[in-house]
């Protein structure tokens, strides 16, 4: 199965700023959400942020104000701008895109996770 493609990720220190990437050219369908998840060692994935098809963006409570999600429908990319980081935003970044496929008598909706990037935040 075709999976989203993640980039960008690196260590960084407190203060500073990483670019993350996510390349879904591959994959079918309309893309109704697509989003940025993470998991710390020991601790859930939580969703850091997503944007719908229509262009409603959500962000989780820690990074308001810091981190900016985009996408490029015509490309089938997606973009999360970190800013302002912290120790605690030490993680594997992971793209989730859900899309919906149809067809002659057929329609399906997948949701695909990527490999993740990780992004470390030293003091």
């Known amino acids: 199965q075709v999976r989203p493609v993640e980039s960008g990720g690196g260590s960084v220190q407190a203060g500073g700023s990483l670019r993350l990437s996510c390349s879904a050219s591959q994959i079918a369908g309309t893309f109704l959400v697509m989003a940025w998840y993470r998991q710390a060692p020991g601790k859930e994935r939580t969703l850091v942020a997503d944007i719908t098809s229509a262009g409603v963006i959500t962000y989780g409570d820690s990074v308001k104000g810091r981190f900016t999600i985009s996408r490029d429908s015509a490309k089938k990319t997606l973009s999360l701008e970190m800013n302002s980081l912290k120790v605690d935003d030490t993680a594997v970044y992971i793209c989730?895109?859900?899309?919906?496929?149809?067809?002659?008598?057929?329609?399906?909706?997948?949701?695909?996770w990527g490999q993740g990037t990780q992004v470390t935040v030293g003091e």
């Open positions: 989730y895109i859900r899309t919906f496929i149809s067809g002659f008598g057929y329609q399906n909706v997948d949701e695909l």
